[in-house]
């Protein structure tokens, strides 16, 4: 079930058999494959079937589906340590407009996803705050 709207962007146009890809797993609603930019070997990506820029805009149902194939393609690949990295715009790392999550591999320091966690000390009164702020 894809979204109703053709929409032509590059993940749109590999779940729909436009460009080609590697496939490695595929539900009604899931469509997963190996990366052509490899972080490390096995680098697959899991991308839902529906059109959405961001997580947030995309349909429960189609989001339900992404962590059980991530997980099976992490099994599958016997991934000791691996990264689950899902990004949300261009200033967070998005390359692509279309939701989707990378499975990486980490066999090593020198191989998968090298990131920085520049951490800050909080103040949690401000957590706090902040906590009875959101809207859920």
Not at 13 to 38: C, H, M, N
Not at 44 to 55: G, N, R, T, Y
Not at 75 to 102: I, K, M, S
Request: net charge neutral.
């Amino acid at each position: 079930m894809a979204s109703k709207l053709v929409v032509e962007c590059v993940f749109c146009k590999i779940i729909r058999g436009e460009i080609p890809s590697v496939k490695l797993f595929e539900t009604a609603t899931t469509f997963a494959f190996l990366d052509i930019g490899p972080l490390s070997e096995g680098h697959a990506l899991v991308v839902p079937k529906f059109h959405a820029e961001k997580m947030h805009q995309l349909p429960d149902e189609f989001l339900a589906d992404s962590m059980p194939v991530a997980k099976k393609i992490a099994t599958a690949l016997g991934a000791d340590n691996y990264n689950v990295l899902q990004n949300n715009g261009r200033l967070a790392h998005q390359e692509v407009p279309h939701v989707h999550f990378h499975v990486i591999p980490k066999p090593s320091t020198d191989k998968g996803l090298i990131i920085e966690w520049p951490a800050q000390n909080a103040d949690v009164e401000k957590l706090k705050d902040l906590a009875k702020s959101l809207k859920f």
